[in-house]
């Protein structure tokens, strides 16, 4: 089974709102990661946290991670038609291999 | 190069026959990754190798799918007896160690008819 689980499975939101998907695991992690993947095939990396990080930014994305309800969440603010794409979040769960959740679809409506 | 290799892109045959699927990671990357992912879904673990260590197979889905790993950086993904539900995009990607951030490559479509 996987890992982490993201939440909602499919997202649609106009320009320029913020946009908000969210990633529950299940099990201990090292680290948690986020990567975009646009039509094609390719999955391109956004953010690493780490178990002792709590908030990361980078540029107009932020990541929180709460290890006590094992979840974390990816806003994206100030969104843009380029941000549409598929978001997966993804965890070691403790056993050094990277395990994938089933991604949220988010679609940026001009 | 300056990112991680897949090849061929595009792959159709026929069931029942074998297919073979090549990474090139990026050069110097200890870890090695492959993934499943049929249209529209999530990624689906396959195997995982990591330096000179015993890869983890714990994801490949039959005996017919096995992978190796040459001198630590080209990886070579088979399948053997192809069958229809084997159709998806067979994914490639490395870091530089365990716990870092992933490069991935375009991947390879594979259609059996």
């Known amino acids: 089974s996987q890992q982490g689980e993201e939440d909602p499975q499919a997202l649609s939101i106009q320009e320029g709102e913020n946009a908000t998907m969210n990633c529950s695991y299940k099990?201990?992690?090292?680290?948690l990661q986020w990567y975009r993947q646009n039509s094609g095939r390719g999955l391109v990396h956004l953010i690493l946290?780490?178990?002792?990080?709590r908030e990361k930014h980078s540029g107009r994305l932020r990541v929180t991670l709460d290890t006590s309800k094992k979840s974390s969440s990816l806003l994206i603010t100030a969104s843009r038609a380029a941000d549409t794409a598929s978001y997966f979040c993804?965890?070691?769960?403790?056993?050094?291999?990277?395990?994938f959740g089933q991604g949220t679809r988010l679609t940026i409506n001009p | 190069g300056a990112g991680v290799s897949q090849s061929p892109s595009n792959k159709v045959t026929e069931k029942g026959k074998d297919v073979e699927l090549r990474c090139d990671p990026i050069?110097?990357?200890?870890?090695l990754y492959w993934y499943r992912q049929s249209l529209g879904q999530g990624l689906e673990f396959l195997i995982y190798?990591?330096?000179?260590?015993?890869?983890?197979k714990s994801g490949l889905p039959s005996d017919r799918f096995s992978a190796e790993r040459t001198g630590g950086s080209v990886s070579t993904l088979t399948i053997q007896r192809t069958q229809q539900e084997d159709s998806a995009v067979y994914l490639c990607?490395?870091?530089?160690?365990?716990?870092?951030?992933?490069?991935f490559g375009s991947g390879t479509q594979l259609s059996v008819l």
């Open positions: 099990t201990s992690i090292n680290n």
């Open positions: 946290i780490r178990s002792n990080e």
């Open positions: 050069s110097g990357h200890t870890a």
């Open positions: 190798f990591q330096g000179n260590s015993a890869p983890d």
């Open positions: 990607a490395s870091s530089l160690k365990r716990d870092e951030k992933l490069f």
């Open positions: 993804a965890t070691d769960g403790g056993a050094q291999k990277l395990v």
